[in-house]
T-cell receptor
Framework: QKEVEQNSGPLSVPEGAIASLNCTYSDRGSQSFFWYRQYSGKSPELIMFIYSNGDKEDGRFTAQLNKASQYVSLLIRDSQPSDSATYLCAGGYDSWGKLQFGAGTQVVVTP | GAVVSQHPSWVICKSGTSVKIECRSLDFQATTMFWYRQFPKQSLMLMATSNEGSKATYEQGVEKDKFLINHASLTLSTLTVTSAHPEDSSFYIC????????????FGPGTRLLVL
């Protein structure tokens, strides 16, 4: 059973602070990992993906992957109210590109 | 780039009718498309995976005779909910993947189905 686990939150973050989201996965065969942001009532949008151990930065977002420990994280620096959303972690696990999604972490950025 | 559209965005229908939802990749060729369903406050549930010109692969527990998927071209996939009932009311979202080795999925805006 392929599982991706996330804390459901809500994670309350003061504006300007760093939001730290974590995700663990069970399938060691997963090669690539994705972070999606989903606003209430909307469909997910891709923030970034990572497939190598270490950090990957894109603007205010940094994804971290540790395959030995089977966890992925996402840091959001200088959090803004517009970052308030549910963040979905997903792992890719087959040749068709199927993704296993976590349940999502709700982030609330407070002014 | 990587834009996926869905039509319609909203549909309200009577119980027993069939509803067709279209998913199009607008600026890339989608080798694979995926259909998800999402109930309120829950995560995405993958319903099926479709490849152009092939039969869709359905996830366990998804009735293939009820949720008909056609992937007629590299830019179009359709989901038909046959004989819809109130319990089929949900947010249906498609996603598409291009030819990249990295399995990025780009999501359409979703279709809200309300069955009365």
């Amino acid at each position: 059973q392929k599982e991706v686990e996330q804390n459901s939150g809500p994670l309350s973050v003061p504006e300007g602070a760093i939001a730290s989201l974590n995700c663990t996965y069970s399938d060691r065969g997963s090669q690539s990992f994705f972070w999606y942001r989903q606003y209430s009532g909307k469909s997910p949008e891709l923030i970034m993906f990572i497939y190598s151990n270490g950090d990957k930065e894109d603007g205010r977002f940094t994804a971290q992957l540790n395959k030995a420990s089977q966890y992925v994280s996402l840091l959001i620096r200088d959090s803004q109210p517009s970052d308030s959303a549910t963040y979905l972690c997903a792992g890719g696990y087959d040749s068709w590109g199927k993704l296993q999604f976590g349940a999502g972490t709700q982030v609330v950025v407070t002014p | 780039g990587a834009v996926v559209s869905q039509h319609p965005s909203w549909v309200i229908c009577k119980s027993g009718t069939s509803v067709k939802i279209e998913c199009r990749s607008l600026d890339f060729q989608a080798t694979t498309m995926f259909w998800y369903r999402q109930f309120p406050k829950q995560s995405l549930m993958l319903m099926a995976t479709s490849n152009e010109g092939s039969k869709a692969t359905y996830e366990q527990g998804v009735e293939k005779d009820k949720f008909l998927i056609n992937h007629a071209s590299l830019t179009l996939s359709t989901l038909t909910v046959t004989s819809a009932h109130p319990e089929d009311s949900s947010f249906y979202i498609c996603s598409a993947r291009g030819a990249s080795q990295i399995p990025n999925q780009y999501f359409g805006p979703g279709t809200r189905l309300l069955v009365l």
